[in-house]
């Protein structure tokens, strides 16, 4: 029940707008993220924005873990 | 970037295992807080992957389980009233009751519907003028913002057909119970992804500070799990417990503001009763008394009977950490997801139900 998935904002009208998951185009409640931009990723809770994805921080959290693989190839 | 397939990589993931079998050498049990989690490290095989000196073990991390039977036959209850429409979240339905589920009461002509979201419940409410609308609201903090979101809603579109049962329900509290309760070990907690995105990384400092366990917020690909369990077997080994956050896509240390104001306008913190542990103090939601006309429990009386656990089900020892589906007698046999026994077997984050799809002939 605490399912959130990345979503992608095409759309704003007042609290509301669309979304894409996957191709597939979804309504969506902006309520819970107000600073919200057409672009963004949203992470997508039962129809509300719970979020909108930190992109920064995702690169930076690839780049940690390809990091930590590589120390653990060099060992192992 | 989609945010997702990055997170799957198997060349990165075998490298990053490698790195934990390297490193590990404490034997430590990690709790999988989230039911989230359990069908994501069940479906990707993690649990096979980890140093025998690592367990993973399931936590109360799903709604629908730790939501009480009383409170489920009060929504049972609720359901057979004439001219009331009840919503619900698709898990719910068929969990058995004291006395049938929500979906036995369909089919005895109760109007019960699914809804994905709680503002499909309140259009059903805006389109049925002359019924009464009931929205079943559990959930943890993911939730409980959508649920204060539609009452705030409902108070703005001035519709007054529309009830929320409150059956919300808040992790830090459950968590410090388990710990205090102690029947199970816990060397390291991976905390839920969700929950912590609204409430974000500082309402767990207690964890590691009272109780000296690790605690590290983990996303949902197999990658970020990798990376939680990588992080909290760091802390084990280096004797440092603290918060640490894997998930920094998608969690801040201070939450969503909005959504915690939205929460502290609609709900006050109450005692709330979990399946399985019993009543836990400041650790469920309630209606305020601002809002106590969006309230079902104040609107109706309801008198569901008394309510009786399903005979044999261990569901409340699975969810406290002290058992494994396979260890209940009935899991396989008189209990499956055709013909769930309890909740564990039916909802989707249930470890039951991820045991029963995942876990091999073992499971």
């Known amino acids: ?76 | 970037m989609q945010f997702i397939h990055e997170y799957r990589d198997p060349d990165l993931g075998r490298k990053l295992v490698q790195r934990i079998h390297r490193k590990s050498r404490k034997p430590a049990r990690l709790m999988e807080f989230c039911g989230g989690h359990t069908f994501a490290i069940l479906k990707n095989g993690i649990r096979d992957l980890l140093p025998s000196n690592l367990e993973l073990v399931s936590g109360p991390g799903c709604p629908v389980c730790v939501t009480a039977i009383s409170d489920l036959d009060k929504a049972i209850f609720l359901s057979h009233l004439p001219q009331t429409i009840t919503t619900t979240f698709g898990d719910m339905v068929r969990v058995p009751g004291s006395h049938g589920s929500l979906a036995s009461a369909r089919v005895e002509g109760a109007d019960v519907r699914i809804v994905y979201s709680t503002m499909d419940a309140l259009d059903i409410a805006q389109e049925n003028p002359q019924s009464q609308v009931i929205f079943v609201g559990i959930g943890f903090e993911t939730t409980a913002p959508t649920i204060a979101a539609s009452i705030v809603e409902a108070q703005r579109r001035e519709i007054d057909n529309y009830h929320v049962l409150p059956l919300g329900k808040l992790c830090p509290p459950v968590m410090g119970a388990l710990l205090k309760m102690g029947e199970t070990k816990i060397d390291g907690i991976i905390g839920p992804g969700h929950v912590s995105t609204i409430i974000g990384s500082r309402p767990y400092e207690f964890i590691p500070r009272e109780y000296g366990v690790p605690f590290v917020i983990s996303g949902f690909e197999p990658l970020d799990i990798l990376l939680a369990v990588e992080m909290l077997v760091e802390q084990i080994e280096e004797e440092d417990p603290k918060v640490e956050i894997a998930y920094r896509r998608g969690v801040k240390p201070e939450g969503n503001a909005r959504a915690q104001q939205l929460m502290e306008e609609v709900f006050e913190v109450s005692n709330a009763n979990w399946r399985g542990i019993g009543e836990i103090p400041r650790s469920g939601l309630s209606i305020r008394e601002k809002f106590s006309h969006f309230d079902a429990l104040k609107a109706y009386d309801i008198e569901p009977g008394l309510s009786r656990e399903p005979k044999g089900c261990i569901c409340g020892e699975i969810l406290r950490g002290i058992k494994n589906p396979q260890d209940c007698r009935l899991f396989r046999r008189a209990c499956t997801p055709e013909n769930p026994v309890g909740p564990c077997m039916v909802s989707s984050e249930g470890s039951c139900a991820a045991y029963y799809r995942y876990g091999g002939e073992d499971g």
């Open chain 1, 1 to 76: 029940m605490c399912l959130a998935i990345p979503a992608k904002v095409k759309s704003i009208e007042g609290h509301e707008g669309d979304v894409e998951v996957g191709g597939i185009s979804r309504k969506a409640s902006f309520m819970l993220t107000p600073e919200v931009m057409v672009g963004d990723y949203v992470l997508l809770h039962t129809g509300y924005a719970i979020s909108i994805v930190d992109e920064t921080e995702a690169k930076e959290t690839l780049k940690l873990l390809e990091e930590l693989a590589q120390q653990g190839a060099v060992y192992s």
